[in-house]
């Protein structure tokens, strides 16, 4: 076993959560997949047992608590980095019509023949998240969007909103930082046409987790996103 597997059961049993024997298997596989290819470029910091079944695998999985994600419609999981939450999220419901977003190709890479050895299916988008919310193929065409690890509320919301349709959501997965985040992220909400409906804190073995989501109530603004220079440097 790649990963600790009974740390992740503890875990799951924590937030209430379960998965098949299949979706175990899958995870292992991945986790073994990411062990060996984080040899030759850099995916992840986090390639520990402990570390893969709480801080990657049910912390991922943590996003089931708060959303039905088989009538969830199309997932865009931005900035995913090595394929988290995507790629468990897939493992455990094969179903899903998930998009992989990042500006790193080789990642992309990875996910993509990952999921080919896992026999899941899922599409891919290499661009900047500011660039796809002025693309009109992407721009307010998702149902969910998730994102973890990625950067500040205040600035991610501007990167994922415009991505996500009106009446759709946006989860952003959080830390010991939520709460200040989210205050200082208030004006950016609004002006990008979300609301909060819910925090959800998650109880994980190493620590809270805190899963902010937001309702996209009307159209985002022509203006935004900016340009990702001006998004860092001058958050809403």
């Known amino acids: 076993m790649n990963f600790n597997l009974s740390l992740l059961k503890e875990n799951l049993d924590n937030m209430s959560l379960s998965i098949s024997d299949e979706a175990v ?8 997949m990411l062990a060996e290819k984080n040899k030759l470029f850099n995916l992840t910091a986090i390639t520990d047992p ?8 049910a912390d991922s999985l943590s996003v089931m608590t708060v959303c039905d994600l088989q009538s969830a419609g199309k997932i865009l999981d931005l900035g995913t980095g090595a394929g988290f939450p995507g790629v468990p999220l897939l493992a455990a419901n094969p179903d899903l019509d998930v998009a992989f977003m990042d500006s790193t190709a080789k990642k992309l890479g990875f996910i ?3 999921l080919e050895d896992l026999d899941l299916s899922a599409s891919f988008i290499n661009m900047r998240a500011e660039d796809a919310g002025r693309d009109k193929e992407y721009r307010e065409s998702f149902d969910l969007a998730v994102s973890r690890a990625v950067a500040p509320l205040n600035v991610l919301c501007e990167y994922a909103l415009p991505l996500v349709k009106v009446g759709g959501s946006f989860i952003a997965m959080k830390g010991a930082n939520a709460e200040a985040e989210l205050s200082e992220a208030q004006s950016a909400v609004k002006k990008l046409g979300a609301s909060l409906a819910k925090t959800v ?4 073995t190493d620590g809270k987790r805190t899963l902010l989501v937001f309702e996209k109530v009307s159209p985002v603004s022509e203006i935004y996103p900016r340009a990702g220079g001006k998004i860092k440097k001058s958050p809403l």
């Open 25 to 32: 298997s899958r995870l292992d596989r991945f986790a073994g």
């Open 50 to 57: 402990d570390g893969i079944a709480v801080k990657h695998f």
């Open 112 to 114: 993509s023949s990952a």
């Open 201 to 204: 804190d998650v109880p994980l």
